[in-house]
């Protein structure tokens, strides 16, 4: 009995922690975003485009350890919103698994630069 209460709560335990670093990434402005999910120690973990209204729910990749070598964990993490064209839009940090991460609800300027129009004539 106590190896299938055992069997049970390892099952239980890999599967939560499947899902335990899922954030939604929700792009709530009116511009094309990238969003780079970074772990507690500032390590690059993914980058993610959104067009506005998207909305995306990253999980950590499979191959990515839950812990650091020093067995600091990867979380809370930091969601950096950048615009499409140049600039910085915001930043999200302490950011807990299975929270929503939106643009408009971090640190920034809120804003992008929008690309210069081609004059007509001229080439790329």
């Known amino acids: ?21 899922q ?39 499979t191959d990515v350890n839950t812990t650091t070598n020093e067995g600091q964990s990867i979380t809370p993490f930091t969601v950096i919103w950048k615009c499409g064209y140049k600039g910085f839009y915001s930043m999200c940090t302490n950011v807990s698994p299975g929270a929503l991460v939106t643009p408009n609800t971090c640190e920034g300027s809120r804003y992008c630069e929008p690309k210069p129009k081609k004059k007509e004539g001229e080439h790329q």
């Open 23 to 61: 954030v939604s990434l929700m792009n709530d402005s009116p511009f094309v975003l990238t969003a780079t999910v970074l772990a507690a120690d500032g390590s690059f973990l993914q980058k993610v485009t959104l067009q506005p209204g998207d909305t995306k729910n990253w999980t950590t990749p």
């Open 1 to 21: 009995m106590k190896k299938m209460l055992l069997f049970l709560f390892i099952a239980f335990m890999s599967k939560a922690s499947i899902y335990a670093d």
